[in-house]
Each structure stands twice: as structure tokens, then as C-alpha cells.
């Protein structure tokens, strides 16, 4: 019992420290950009550009730890949403100009896209062989961190019974309460919201009985947001009572304020989404973007991400708990990381995407 206790232990601290809170990037101002001046002085210095959907305040620990170990290069951050960065540097390469040195987003089709229509450039790295096969297409992208998607409730609404803690559960729980919760769940609009739909697709892909879920969201009368705080918002007040498929380091963000707010990995299957970095094939200073990704993949950079971040790291010379290793170990096959391969530009097929789309509203309205 004492060995089992521990197990559970660990699992829980692992989870809490893996959804450890920090700011949404869709809180970040577009377009922001912060200038790193070279730690030498030097006015001179070599600059390395970088298109970023993560908000620069939160970046700003993994900048001072590259420059710290590259004191002779000045950093120029652009923190932009994630369809800017992919039309920024789609244009500027097809205009015959130069692009950033280094992308890093969380649209995870965007930026394979990039890398599958010639848009990135291959840079083998110390860390390349030895990456996680899933996190690695072709040495031109690599997933970075490691992000769940999971269902968040009400605690007060569930002093009397366990919350759901798979689909077939959620599904059993909205037929039996339908009408006391009706209009009290909430999650993505997959229309609206990228990531929603990008979780959508991976459910169909993963759980045969999805559409009988959804239809159940749909019967309860669920609503849909195009952002995490909306649904969250609403959570944290009551409200809602359950949020579905919600990033989880977003979540955490409004639990670590609000202890009303609870958290659960879904036990039948857990979706891990990352955020990819790349550098792009008509980088200015390309040498300069894999000196800043190979920092990213060190155990120092990945060490930052998963310590100062509190982003789940991806490397497997990461020690601590917040990692993608130590999740796979102790909750195995429940966790489902998308992988990063042209599998990801399915959904962008804007036929497939629709018919997608279509079969979401259609079952949402059954009655």
C-alpha cells in the first residue's frame, strides 16, 4: 500500500508541476517586438531574429540563458500570433527577401507545413539523434515542449460524485444530468480556435465513439468559445461545470488562483499537443537560428523551459519530473503526444477541414 500511495503520489505531483501556470500567449499583444542587446556591449554584435508565439516575458529566461552562453549575439524577438508567423514567412521567402532566424509556435500543422513545403531548412544538431522520434520531422522540425489537453470543472459541483475522468464517462454523466447542467459546458469552437480543432481531429482519430461525446455536449447544450479564458471564466465562477479538451497549461493558470477550478487528464486518452521550432530556408543568419535551437534542445535550455517556463520539456536529459519522459513512464500509454509529421496538414486540406466541420455542427444539433 505504501509503495502504491507513493505511485500516486508522484503522478499527482507530476501532473501539478507539469500544469504549473503561465500567461497565454492569446493574452500576448501581437506583433510586440523586444530588442536583446549583446551581453559584451558590442554595438555591432551578430543578431539572431526570432518569430514567436510565446508571449515575450515568458521567453525572456530562455533569451537570457542563450546569451549568457553567447554573450557576443544580440537577440531581436517578435512575438506574433501563430498565423503571422507562417504567412510573414511565407511572404517574405517568396518575395526574395529574408525571414526570421528562428520560428517557434504552437500551431503545430502551420509550422510542419513550413517544413514540408520547402519553407524550412535542415539542421542537424548535437540532439538530433537522439530526440523522440514524434518530436522530430526530418531534422527540419522539432516539438520543443509537451502540452496535455484536459477537462477542468467545477469542484463544488461535484461534492456529492467523481468528476468524469474519460469520454464514456462524460458522456454517462451528460445523459444522466443533461437537463440540471444544461447550458453549463463549455470548449473550443473548432471553427474559431485552432487548437480546438486540432484536438477535435485527434479525438476522432483516437476514440471511435467521439460523435456519441459530442452529440451528448450537443444535448446538454454546450457552448462554444474561441478562447481558453472565456471557457475558463466561466468555470472558475460555476457558471459552467465541466470544460472540455482545455489546454492544460491554461487551466492551470486559473486553478493556481482559483481553487474551484479543478483539473483531470482524461484516463482513456490524454492528446499532447507541442510547440515546434524551426529555421526558416531563407533565414538571414540560419547558423545563428540553429545556434538558438540547439540551445533550445540543450539540457540547460530544455532545463529552463520545463524549471522557469514550467512547460513540460521534451529532452530526455532533463532530470526532474516536468518532463515528457517521466509523464510517458508513469502514465504510459494514456498519453497520446501528436506527432510531428505531414499527418498534421490533413485538416489544413480545406475539403477534409470542412467535411469536419460540417459532421461537429450537424451532431451538435441532434437531438
Known amino acids: 500500500m505504501k509503495l502504491e500511495f507513493l505511485h500516486l503520489y508522484r503522478i499527482i505531483a507530476l501532473i501539478f508541476i507539469l500544469l504549473v501556470p503561465f500567461k497565454s500567449t492569446q493574452q500576448a499583444i501581437a506583433g510586440e517586438i523586444t530588442e536583446f542587446p549583446a551581453l559584451s556591449g558590442k554595438s555591432d554584435a551578430p543578431k539572431v531574429v526570432i518569430y514567436s508565439s510565446l508571449d515575450q516575458a515568458l521567453a525572456k529566461p530562455m533569451i537570457a540563458g542563450f546569451q549568457k552562453a553567447n554573450p557576443d549575439i544580440a537577440v531581436h524577438y517578435e512575438d506574433m500570433l501563430t498565423g503571422e508567423i507562417y504567412d510573414r514567412i511565407v511572404a517574405e521567402t517568396d518575395n526574395g527577401g529574408k525571414t526570421a532566424d528562428f520560428a517557434f509556435s504552437s500551431a503545430m500543422d502551420l509550422q510542419v507545413k513550413l517544413s514540408n513545403d520547402g519553407y524550412a531548412q535542415r539542421s542537424d544538431l548535437d540532439m538530433s539523434d537522439r530526440w523522440p522520434n514524434w518530436a522530430n520531422w526530418r531534422n527540419t522540425a522539432y516539438a520543443l515542449t509537451f502540452e496535455p489537453a484536459v477537462f477542468t470543472y467545477y469542484k463544488p459541483a461535484f461534492l456529492d460524485e467523481k468528476p468524469p475522468a474519460t469520454r464514456a464517462e462524460l458522456s454517462q454523466y451528460l445523459k444522466r444530468h443533461g437537463e440540471e447542467v444544461y447550458g ?32 451528448a455536449m450537443g444535448t446538454a447544450g454546450v457552448k462554444l468559445y474561441s478562447t481558453s479564458q472565456a471557457i475558463l471564466e466561466r468555470v472558475a465562477d460555476g457558471r459552467f461545470v465541466l470544460g472540455y479538451n482545455i489546454l492544460g497549461s491554461y487551466a492551470a493558470d486559473w486553478a493556481a488562483h482559483d481553487p ?49 517556463l514550467q512547460i513540460a520539456a521534451v529532452s530526455p536529459d532533463v532530470a526532474g519530473e516536468n518532463t515528457a ?20 496538414m490533413v485538416y489544413l486540406d480545406q475539403v477534409k477541414r470542412a467535411r469536419l466541420i460540417t459532421r461537429w455542427n450537424e451532431v451538435l444539433r441532434q437531438q
Not at 275 to 301: D, T, W
Open 325 to 344: 519522459n517521466s509523464m510517458q513512464e508513469l502514465l504510459g500509454r494514456q498519453l497520446r503526444p501528436v506527432p510531428v509529421s505531414p499527418g498534421l
Open 260 to 308: 474551484d477550478i479543478g483539473i483531470m487528464l482524461p484516463k482513456d486518452y490524454t492528446v499532447v499537443m507541442s510547440r515546434i521550432a524551426l529555421v526558416p530556408q531563407a533565414a538571414a543568419n540560419p547558423e545563428l537560428g540553429r545556434r538558438y535551437l540547439s540551445y533550445s534542445m540543450s539540457k540547460e535550455g530544455q532545463s529552463i523551459m520545463a524549471r522557469e
Open 184 to 215: 453549463r459546458i463549455g470548449t473550443y469552437d473548432i471553427e474559431r480556435s485552432g487548437v480546438g480543432f486540432l484536438f477535435m481531429s485527434r479525438d476522432q482519430e483516437q476514440f471511435d465513439d467521439i460523435w456519441d461525446v459530442i452529440q
